[in-house]
């Protein structure tokens, strides 16, 4: 097995503090699921379904890869959005993916991926020389494969292996959507991956329509450092 998971968002003279809006919606996120809670959204659900789905999950897994996500991402989109236009774009993208699901999908499905995407092509999008730092972990028996490619130092590294790479944040938006694409032949027909492309399409539309002090004179002040 091979896993890719996010480790950090570098940007030059990038910022350190957590941004409120952000750390709210990761709070809230966590509360709920250690409250029991959950909601989906689907044919024949409620009207608030088309919010409360994206604030749950369905296990410990799927919760904190996407809250580690949100982390990684989220906290410098909110710093350069601000907490208004942050949640709006979040929300928002809950709200358009909601009823998307209630109105078309056959099936039901619940949370924060979609609004993730949508943060993390915003993120990709405003900061497009920010290097994304990436964990990469194989597991037995693919290590078997590594290490005769690369011996490992010891027995562990037979069972698993990991290494951290850097890679330019704009390499992103291209391989993100080739993954989700990819998973349609290795794991057949989901929503999720839909849900997936159509949240980065709502982070793309929202960035084209934010100010112009946002989206340019920010990113050409970054970018001098």
């Known amino acids: 097995m091979f896993f890719i998971v996010p480790w950090k968002l570098e940007q030059a003279n990038g910022r350190k503090n957590v941004p409120l809006a952000n750390a709210t919606l990761i709070a809230v996120n966590v509360l709920l699921w250690l409250l029991g809670r959950c909601w989906v959204v689907g044919p024949g659900t409620g009207p608030l379904s088309v919010v409360l789905y994206g604030f749950s999950h369905f296990g410990i897994w799927h919760l904190a890869l996407n809250m580690w996500a949100l982390w ?3 906290n410098p989109v909110n710093r350069r959005l601000g907490n208004g236009f ?6 928002g993208t809950i709200v358009l993916l909601g ?3 209630r109105l078309v999908l056959s099936t039901c499905m619940a949370g924060s991926s979609g609004a993730l995407f949508a943060v993390i092509a915003s993120a990709l999008i405003l900061m497009p020389s920010a ?5 990469c972990v194989a597991l037995f028996p693919l290590t078997i494969v590594v290490g005769l490619l690369s011996r490992p130092r010891d027995v562990l590294h037979w069972i698993v292996r990991g290494r951290v ?4 944040a704009l390499w992103f938006l291209l391989m993100i959507p080739l993954m989700q694409l990819w998973s349609f032949f290795w794991h057949g027909w989901s929503w999720a ?8 399409i709502c982070g793309v539309v929202f960035v084209a329509m934010l100010p112009s002090q946002i989206t340019l004179g920010r990113r050409s002040a970054v970018e001098r450092f």
Do not use: D
């Open 131 to 135: 290097v994304v730092r990436v964990a």
């Open 99 to 101: 009823l998307f699901a």
């Open 72 to 74: 990684i991402f989220g």
């Open 86 to 91: 942050y949640l709006l774009m979040y929300l």
């Open 165 to 168: 790479v850097s890679m330019p």
């Open 193 to 200: 991956p839909v849900a997936h492309l159509l949240g980065m």
